[in-house]
């Protein structure tokens, strides 16, 4: 996984390009300022360099150290400072609690998914938001882009499985087909799932 990643991450140019998620943005936006973010499977950094822009505190976490290498770089050419975190999922623990938990197109394979989206949870402060974006099992036929093996690709009813507890309310859980312009990866009309879940 590593390995698959860092030879992506390894190319000319950053493959999703710089500027952010455009549904992720519109959240970092609306955060009160000085928020504090922990972005998961963050690559290159664009959202997470898009928030410390807007004066957030940022933590980029990845198990790629190669993209992780070009998040500091995009930070230092904008100037900003973010922090990185060169972990997999799978031996991710946390103690601190952040404002918000964002993610745009972490495609990760059960029981791994219910974990780290169980735990992303949990390392939010009372109303702290999780926000994500990921393609849709419907993408599986598009060429706009994402993974070609479907244990990879979400639904719904999996993901609300996941969300549903006691202390979240679900604020938007919605597929939406919508059109991508990010960098060579992601380009043209793609089946969507966007989250957002707030904690209790
Ligand atoms: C499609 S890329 C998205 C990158 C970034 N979020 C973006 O939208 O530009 C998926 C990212 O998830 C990371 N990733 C996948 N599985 C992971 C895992 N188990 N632990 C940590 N990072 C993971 C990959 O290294 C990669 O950077």
């Not at 070009?70 to 946390?94: F, G, M, R, Y």
């Not at 791994?112 to 939010?124: D, E, M, N, V, Y």
Request: hydrophobic fraction near 40%.
């Amino acid at each position: 996984m590593q390995r698959l990643w860092n030879e992506k991450f390894s190319r000319e140019g950053y493959l999703y390009g710089k500027t952010p998620n455009v549904f992720l943005s519109s959240y970092i936006d609306g955060l009160d300022s000085s928020s504090s973010i922990l972005f998961l499977g963050e690559g290159e950094g664009r959202n997470a360099c898009y928030a410390a822009m807007h004066g957030h505190s940022v933590i980029a976490l990845d198990a790629s150290d190669i993209g992780l290498k070009k998040a500091q770089e995009l930070a230092s050419d904008l100037d900003v400072d973010i922090k990185t975190l060169h972990i997999d999922l799978t031996h991710w623990e946390t103690e601190v609690h952040y404002d918000a938990v964002m993610t745009s197109f972490l495609h990760l394979k059960e029981p791994l998914r219910t974990l780290a989206f169980g735990k992303a949870i949990s390392a939010l402060k009372p109303s702290g938001v999780f926000v994500a974006e990921f393609f849709s099992i419907k993408q599986l036929p598009l060429q706009s882009g994402g993974p070609k093996d479907p244990e990879l690709l979400y639904t719904v009813a999996s993901l609300k499985e996941i969300l549903d507890r006691s202390d979240t309310e679900i604020v938007r859980l919605e597929e939406v087909v919508d059109s991508l312009d990010e960098g060579r990866g992601h380009q043209g009309d793609a089946e969507l799932i966007r989250v957002v879940v707030r904690k209790r």
